[in-house]
Every structure is written in C-alpha cells, then in structure tokens.
C-alpha cells in the first residue's frame, strides 16, 4: 500500500499561486501514474492533471496554462504548480498514484484545503 500525503494548500488572494506536493512513502519511479483531482463544496471529485513515469502530462483543458504538474523522483513527489488562481479553484486538492504489476492498486492521500479569495 503506498501512503501519499499532500501539503503546500493554503489561503491565497484572487490571482495569486500555490505549489502543492505530494509525497509518496515509496519509490515514485515504481508508480505508473500520479495525478491531482480536487473536489469543491456540494460537487463530485473532479480531475485536474496526470503524469505518468514517462513523464507524460495529462490535464483538463480549462486548467491547461495555469497549472503544472510535475515531479521530482529523487524527493518522491508529484507537484502541482497553480497560477492565476481564481475563486472557484478553492476546492481540497487530492493526490492519487496509480500503481502495481498486473492488477493495478490505488491510493489517495488526505488532501489539501486550497482557498481563493476575491
């Protein structure tokens, strides 16, 4: 079972920037797939963005140009650098890795509360 725990989430102004991290309690190199989702009040768990251990990034269009994922294998963590942030990207920022040979496992970390103000 691989443990993720998530930080950098925060209070920001309208327009400002967060970097969140998220950190695995194993070898990211063994980890095919990590990815940020995030949920709002009242609203279901939505993507935001992918990597996979080819460093291949996936995002939703709307969040392409101002978020950027990226990780760093020597720290084990996936970071989401958010810019231009906007009242309506306050949400928790979830951490999800994709992982294993065969039958593939998943685990989620905690989350990290992120909020805009106008």
């Known amino acids: 079972q691989v443990t993720l725990v998530e930080s950098g989430g925060g209070l920001v102004q309208s327009g400002g920037s967060l970097r969140l991290s998220c950190e695995a309690d194993?070898?990211?190199?063994?980890?095919?797939?990590m990815g940020w989702y995030r949920q709002a009040p009242g609203e279901q768990r939505a993507f935001v963005a992918s990597i996979d251990w080819n460093g291949y990034t996936e995002y939703i269009d709307i969040f392409e140009g101002r978020f950027t994922i990226s990780r760093e294998d020597a720290k084990n963590t996936v970071d989401l650098r958010m810019t231009g942030l906007k009242p309506e990207d306050t949400a928790v920022y979830y951490c999800?890795?994709?992982?294993?040979?065969?039958?593939?496992?998943?685990?989620w970390g905690r989350g990290t509360q992120v909020t805009v103000s106008s």
């Open positions: 194993t070898k990211i190199s063994t980890i095919f797939k």
């Open positions: 999800k890795a994709n992982y294993g040979l065969g039958a593939i496992s998943t685990a």
